[in-house]
Nanobody, 118 residues
Framework: QVQLVESGGGLVQAGGSLRLSCAAS????????MGWFRQAPGKEREFVAA????????YYRDSVKGRFTISRGNATNTVYLEMNNLKPGDTAVYYC???????????WGQGTQVTVSS
């Protein structure tokens, strides 16, 4: 139904920045929400940031507020996550996710690795 492809991960030093990108594709699918989750080794996947609707409503987990910015691209069904002042604790596989009004977070990308060195 929906395929998500994320990119932009990499290795950065603490205090550095990365910008993640995600593009969603599908047939006859209306995406209501898009966002980012992450999963560190040995931990459960956790919510990072998201937007709903046309991008007017954004949400962030407390630990990334002021450092990360989620935005909707001008291309159809795209989302970005600008990550600034990265910390070693941000190291994780970052997953793009999307969903419609009835599907919640029903679609997931394969993930992109973000590694922050101290």
């Amino acid at each position: 139904q929906v395929q998500l492809v994320e990119s932009g991960g990499g290795l950065v030093q603490a205090g550095g920045s990365l910008r993640l990108s995600c593009a969603a594709s599908g047939r006859g699918v209306s995406i209501y929400r898009m966002g980012w989750f992450r999963q560190a080794p040995g931990k459960e996947r956790e919510f990072v940031a998201a937007f709903t609707g046309r991008g007017s409503n954004t949400y962030y987990r407390d630990s990334v507020k002021g450092r990360f910015t989620i935005s909707r691209g001008n291309a159809t069904n795209t989302v970005y996550l600008e990550m600034n002042n990265l910390k070693p604790g941000d190291t994780a596989v970052y997953y793009c996710a999307a969903g419609g009004l009835a599907t919640d977070w029903g679609y997931w990308g394969q993930g992109t690795q973000v590694t922050v060195s101290s």
